[in-house]
């Protein structure tokens, strides 16, 4: 996966770290709109979906970032893909 590879490259180069924690920065500004514009307060979950958060220094510089800006927020990984959900509606 992509996001591995950055990872690698990452612990070897430094701008490539620079890149992916800026990513993750930036990422964290999204979630940090959203949250003041939904007017979330107190204990939430964020769900994060897609290969990107495999990168260890992106999901790491995110999850510090969403930290400082909203404590009580829960980050989640789903156990299985989306689509898992999609079928088990299907199939009730």
């Not at 920065?25 to 999204?30: G, P, W």
């Amino acid at each position: 996966r992509f996001s591995i590879f950055c990872d690698r490259l990452s612990s070897r180069d430094q701008v490539s770290s620079n890149i992916l924690e800026e990513a993750g920065k930036e990422l964290a500004f999204s979630v940090k709109t959203a949250v003041k514009k939904l007017n979330f307060s107190g204990a939430f979950p964020i769900v994060v979906v897609g290969s990107m958060f495999e990168s260890e220094v992106f999901f790491q510089t995110l999850k510090e970032e969403i930290k400082k800006q909203s404590p009580k927020a829960r980050i989640v990984v789903p156990e299985k893909e989306p689509v898992w959900g999609a079928f088990k509606e299907v199939f009730k």
